[in-house]
């Protein structure tokens, strides 16, 4: 609870990216590493939206769907493609005829304006689509204002962690990594187990496009409490459209 003498600090502005996959049905996440937030946590790809990402240099970078986004949620797209690129070395970028970029080992670790460049890439905003929308309690001391984006994995990539914020990448099925979460095999923060147990309610990359877009917009706002047992659980509305609406921590 927050007061006068106490405010809410205010929640940063990130994005993040699930990149999908078929055959089989994969997500891509990767491991935090143990100096980063999230410290050891399996994660999707994604970071805070930085003011470059709003720069009128991206502009020569960017495919057609770029001009009918406000200016705010192409920011926050950008910065989902970018930190994924950073992260793990797979951009989401086409060329001119359409096909998904090959950066190569090469252009790994480079700034996303070189790799663009040297592919002859634009990001692929209108591959981006919005699947969640998640801001921390206001009583937590770091907040979030986190966008989730879902968009079909770049072929012809293999995924590499970049050795300072994320110490591995992994494919796995959703709903399998949902389950070693919800067991304790597996440490994973709420939103994202969450995301996925949305995620695993389809099969296929085209099912979980087509119902990210179907679905209306909500912002999440968990809320904490703790029951006459002494069980904490953390809590969202039903209007969320998420399958559980509370989850009880384990206080341990």
């Known amino acids: 609870m927050t007061d006068d003498a106490h405010p809410a600090t205010a ?11 078929d055959d089989p049905y994969e997500v891509l996440m990767v491991r935090r590493s143990e100096r980063a937030s999230f410290a050891s946590a399996l994660v999707f790809p994604g970071g805070v939206v930085e003011p470059g990402d709003s720069s009128d240099g991206w502009a020569p970078f960017l495919d057609a769907a770029a001009r009918r986004l406000e200016p705010e949620e192409r920011a926050r797209r950008i910065a989902a493609i970018r930190e994924t690129w950073e992260e793990t070395g797979l951009l989401l970028a086409r060329t001119a005829t359409g096909e998904f970029v090959s950066p190569g080992t090469a252009l790994r670790g480079a700034p996303v304006l070189e790799a ?4 002859a890439g634009r990001l692929a905003l209108a591959d981006v689509h919005p699947f969640g929308h998640w801001v921390t309690p ?3 001391p770091k907040r979030w204002d986190t966008h989730f984006y879902v968009a079909r994995a770049p072929t012809d990539q293999t995924a590499h962690a970049d050795g300072s914020e994320t110490v591995a990448t992994r494919w796995v099925d959703p709903a399998h990594a949902q389950a070693t979460a919800v067991t304790a095999r597996e440490h994973i923060i709420f939103p994202t187990l969450m995301n996925l147990a949305r995620l695993a309610e389809t099969t296929t990359v085209l099912d979980a496009l087509d119902e990210a877009d179907r679905r209306p917009h909500f ?4 809320e904490h409490r703790t029951t006459p047992e002494g069980v904490h659980l953390i809590t969202i509305p039903v ?9 009880a921590v384990d206080n341990d």
């Open 11 to 21: 929640p940063r502005v990130a994005a993040t990216l699930l990149l999908v996959r």
């Open 116 to 119: 663009l460049e040297a592919t």
């Open 138 to 140: 206001a009583h937590n």
């Open 219 to 222: 912002e999440v706002n968990p």
């Open 239 to 247: 209007e969320a459209g998420y399958a559980l609406t509370e989850y």
